[in-house]
């Protein structure tokens, strides 16, 4: 069965999701979530929720068999709270029942006696020395501490004409994907467990599901159904809380349970775009060489680690931007606080010290009179540049390429201030660059077993999913271009734990860079062996339908060839802040045009060029819709998304209707320049696109609009608030 619903079905509404397979006669699982973002828990009663007619089990942290965690690197989060709730979105008991109705009614009887603390809330409240501790054993809530050096900052600081100093502020962004987190549990005869959901990497979650349940691994069969966005919420901890939740109702009482989150309890639980605080200084000389760049990135977690330290290290590692910088000294920490937890998500970090290097760019060129496309091209990394870790750059660099696409589309030489009918418009730019795949955050490889069936049917079983990307089909691409038939004749199977290599996960936009490597790696063994059979056999194989002809009437059974793709270990160390972060990086320039109404504080972007590297296209259309989702969620990023927290900690805007995304009246037509030049780490030469567009928009709006208005806004979203602030008119 293929994994990903063909396109024309899920814009139709017709492609089947996790909630359209459940099975009958199922219980209905559901969390009590904590009151407070910061309390003790002085006592915990259920007795009144087991009395509801139709509830049949409330299960709570004394009943988990195995390891009561559900976090991916660092053991610091429950899956059911025992004694302190440090999130709005702990939960502290289960209540299974056979009536979803009866459920609701259980959970409102549960009684919970908590003793509130004082909530810590924002990253300077956290890193006081005054503040209370998220994590008793974490002094001043810094989880880890990562840094970058080159050079020698002091002295670069010394030689530089000018310098501009600014601290730059970005929220906690929510990922808004369609589909909820939906999971259900089916006991298996031998006392095991069959687990359907919306799980973005589920060997990540087998392995951390089985420790929780108690059961080993090959006992626990997850199975991956198609899904309906995830953008990195679906990658953390919110998949292995709802399949653990479920399997743990399923084990006790030895029925089929289901979970599914509702909207806002998807938005409190799931992993959000880290909050940051960065403060940025950048020097160097009239003539606009770059000399020195001193930051410190802060970017607050939540209450738990999640990925946290992953997203820190892609963050500070690209801080300083895409320049070469003599001088460079980059501190970065996270921080725990009280506010839902942080994770992944598209652009993992990037897009958040994209926005302050790219802004304190423009600054600069403003502060010496030039302009900053000039600033760029002087300064950009080039072909055997140095960056910023130390790192000598032997692939190709396409920044200067890029740019000059974006620049001559934009003809960014107009006069920003210009008014149109009451209205200023500006224009600005950003350059990205984004480094592909995992780098330091751990081994990376995929594998991939390719077979070909009697009935002329080629199946690649391979452990990545396909959550509307559009990978499956550009995996089929691959296979079917080196076994030189029609793609219909490739099925990319449902992925099964049970049956599928372990690929690792599904971020990091690694699917076409690690698994269509893994693929065209056994699709070229699979030829060769089928093909030396033939020749035994007295056969010669010169066409895609001679292999599958040969296969269907000669051998007539399974031919089947395993593949391994593995990059080569980088070794950037984080604490002595240099080395190879990443083998390769993906580069790419930004450019928009803005009209800003300085009466209403409004911006709306008139036109956005995107030009990026993608190494080699394997399918167009899906590389430019890529692009064009990332610069959407860019956009979102940049001038409305943002969940907003009352005074007491309490997120107020947990729904689609409050949760502001933008529409097709937000946007303009996205216009793409897709450049290609062939990466020489990977035999496909691809580059990763799926997320390093969305690092450009915020800096560029924000350019754009100082470029309008005369002013810098250096806190997102961009609101009609913050601007008029900013240009005195409240």
């Given at each position: 069965?293929a ?10 509404g017709c ?5 359209d ?14 009151s ?7 006592r915990?009663d259920?007795s009144?929720?087991?009395k509801?007619?139709?509830v049949?089990d409330v299960?709570?942290?004394a009943d988990?068999?195995g ?6 690197l ?11 709730v440090?999130s ?11 009536d979803?109705?009866?459920?609701d ?17 924002t ?6 020395d ?6 008793e054993?974490v002094?001043r809530n810094?989880v880890r501490?990562?840094k ?6 002091a002295k670069?600081?010394e ?5 501009v100093e ?6 906690t962004?929510?990922?808004a ?9 089916i ?6 467990l069959?687990?359907v959901?919306?799980v973005q990497?589920p ?6 599901v089985?420790?929780i349940l ?8 997850i199975?991956a ?5 995830t ?9 292995w809380d709802v ?10 009482t030895n ?5 599914i ?5 998807s938005?409190l ?6 909050a940051?605080?960065?403060?940025h200084?950048l020097g160097?000389?009239?003539e ?9 990135v ?9 990925v946290?330290?992953?997203?820190l ?9 895409p ?6 000294k ?12 942080a994770?992944?998500?598209?652009g993992?970090?990037n897009?958040q010290?994209?926005?302050?290097a ?14 900053p ?11 055997g540049s140095?960056?910023a ?29 210009e008014?149109i ?12 660059y984004?480094?592909?795949?995992l ?6 490889k ?5 077979s ?6 080629v199946?690649?079983?391979?452990g990545?999913?396909?959550y509307g ?6 995996l ?8 030189n038939?029609p ?7 449902r ?6 290599p372990?690929s690792g ?20 063994q ?8 033939a020749?035994?056999?007295g056969?010669s194989i010169t ?5 599958l002809?040969f ?7 399974e031919?089947s060839?395993?593949?391994?793709f ?10 002595k802040?240099?080395g ?5 990086y ?6 928009v045009?803005v009209?800003v ?14 030009s ?19 610069i959407?969620?860019?956009i979102?990023?940049t001038?409305?998304?943002?969940l ?13 209707a409050?949760?502001l995304?933008?529409?097709s ?7 793409i320049i897709?450049?290609?030049n ?6 496909l030469?691809?580059r990763?696109?799926?997320?390093p567009p969305?690092?450009?928009?915020a ?5 754009a609009?100082e ?8 806190e997102?979203?961009i ?12």
């Amino acid at each position: 069965m293929a994994r990903r619903a063909e396109p024309l079905d899920a814009v139709l509404g017709c492609g089947i999701y996790t909630a359209d397979t459940i099975p009958d006669e199922v219980l209905y699982v559901k969390a009590v979530r904590s009151s407070y973002p910061h309390a003790l828990v002085r006592r915990l009663d259920v007795s009144k929720a087991l009395k509801v007619k139709g509830v049949i089990d409330v299960i709570t942290h004394a009943d988990v068999p195995g390891v009561n965690v559900s976090a991916t690197l660092i053991p610091d989060r429950p899956l059911l709270v025992r004694d302190k709730v440090r999130s709005l979105a702990d939960a502290l008991a289960l209540v299974v029942g056979d009536d979803p109705v009866a459920v609701d009614e259980a959970i409102e009887l549960v009684e919970v006696e908590y003793e509130p603390l004082k909530p810590v809330m924002t990253i300077e409240e956290a890193i006081s020395d005054a503040s209370p501790k998220v994590h008793e054993e974490v002094e001043r809530n810094i989880v880890r501490h990562y840094k970058v050096r080159k050079g020698n900052v002091a002295k670069g600081f010394e030689e530089c004409d000018v310098i501009v100093e600014d601290t730059y502020r970005t929220q906690t962004q929510d990922p808004a994907a369609l589909e909820t987190e939906a999971a259900y549990a089916i006991p298996d005869e031998d006392g095991g467990l069959t687990i359907v959901g919306t799980v973005q990497n589920p060997f990540y979650v087998r392995r951390g599901v089985a420790r929780i349940l108690n059961i080993p691994e090959d006992k626990l069969n997850i199975i991956a159904a198609p899904i309906g966005g995830t953008f990195g919420g679906k990658s953390d901890e919110a998949p292995w809380d709802v399949c653990a939740m479920t399997g743990l109702a399923a084990l006790r009482t030895n029925k089929p349970a289901v979970y599914i989150y509702s909207r806002d309890e998807s938005m409190l639980v799931h992993s959000h775009r880290h909050a940051s605080l960065i403060k940025h200084k950048l020097g160097g000389t009239y003539e606009g060489k770059l000399l020195a760049a001193e930051v410190e990135v802060y970017f607050d977690t939540g209450a738990y680690a999640s990925v946290g330290p992953f997203v820190l290290m892609r963050g500070i590692v690209h801080a300083a931007g895409p320049y070469e910088i003599p001088n460079i000294k980059i501190d970065g920490y996270l921080v725990y606080t009280n506010n839902v937890m942080a994770g992944s998500l598209r652009g993992f970090g990037n897009p958040q010290v994209h926005f302050a290097a790219e802004s304190q760019i423009d600054q600069f060129a403003r502060k010496i009179g030039m302009s900053p496309v000039e600033v760029r091209l002087k300064n950009m990394l080039r072909d055997g540049s140095v960056t910023a870790t130390g790192q000598v750059l032997k692939d190709k660099v396409s920044l200067r390429e890029c740019l000059t696409n974006v620049v001559h589309l934009l003809n960014s030489s107009n006069r920003g201030g210009e008014d149109i009918n009451g209205r200023s418009i500006g224009y600005g730019v950003a350059l990205v660059y984004h480094g592909n795949s995992l780098g330091p955050e751990g081994e990376d490889k995929a594998s991939a077993v390719i077979s070909i069936t009697p009935d002329g049917v080629v199946r690649v079983r391979i452990g990545l999913t396909d959550y509307g990307t559009g990978a499956s089909l550009g995996l089929a691409k691959i296979v079917s271009g080196i076994l030189n038939i029609p793609p219909s004749k490739v099925v990319i199977e449902r992925l099964e734990t049970r049956r599928a290599p372990d690929s690792g996960g599904t971020f990091a936009s690694r699917s076409t860079l690690m698994g269509g490597n893994a693929v065209k790696k056994a699709a070229e063994q699979l030829f060769r062996k089928i093909r030396n059979m033939a020749f035994e056999k007295g056969y010669s194989i010169t066409s895609g339908e001679e292999l599958l002809r040969f296969v269907s009437e000669e051998l007539r059974e399974e031919v089947s060839e395993y593949a391994e793709f593995q990059l080569p270990t980088c070794d950037f160390d984080p604490e002595k802040g240099s080395g190879t972060p990443y083998l390769q990086y993906t580069y790419g320039a930004v450019g928009v045009e803005v009209e800003v109404d300085k009466e209403l504080g409004t911006v709306k972007v008139r036109r956005v060029i995107a030009s990026f590297d993608v190494g080699r296209v394997i399918n167009r259309a899906f590389a430019e819709a890529q692009v064009e989702g990332a610069i959407t969620q860019g956009i979102g990023f940049t001038l409305l998304e943002e969940l907003i927290r009352g005074k007491t900690g309490k997120i107020l805007n947990l729904n689609l209707a409050d949760y502001l995304v933008p529409t097709s009246a937000d946007l303009p037509k996205v216009e793409i320049i897709l450049v290609e030049n062939p990466s020489p780490i990977t035999p496909l030469g691809v580059r990763t696109i799926g997320e390093p567009p969305i690092c450009g928009p915020a800096p560029a709006i924000a350019n754009a609009v100082e470029d309008a208005t005369g002013v810098r806004v250096k806190e997102l979203p961009i609101t009609a608030e913050r601007l008029l602030k900013a240009v005195n008119r409240i």
